[in-house]
């Protein structure tokens, strides 16, 4: 997985990027920043630490549409 992008709608929480260093992610795109548990960049940056073994580059690309998404998806969760 050495070249490897993953894509997400929500910044990763410290498990998500723990799994991502640990598969050696090369480059992490986002759409939606985290205030609450976001690791990439909102609470924490560990992707560039240098004290891991490995570091995923990122992509921050804001994306209303991605939010509008996520919103009406847990929106319905909720509902049920």
């Known amino acids: 997985m ?6 997400t709608t929500l ?5 998500c990027v723990g ?5 050696r992610i090369k480059h992490i795109v986002f759409a939606l ?3 609450k548990f976001g690791c ?3 609470l924490y940056n560990l992707t560039l ?5 490995h570091r995923s580059e990122y ?7 991605s939010k509008e998404m996520l ?10």
């Open 19 to 23: 799994a991502l260093l640990q598969t």
């Open 11 to 15: 910044e990763p929480c410290l498990m």
């Open 33 to 35: 920043k985290d205030s």
């Open 71 to 80: 919103q009406s998806f847990f929106g319905e969760i909720r509902n049920l």
């Open 40 to 42: 990439v960049e909102s």
């Open 49 to 53: 630490d240098k004290r891991f073994n």
């Open 2 to 7: 050495l070249n490897c992008t993953i894509y």
């Open 59 to 65: 992509t921050y690309s804001l994306n209303l549409d």
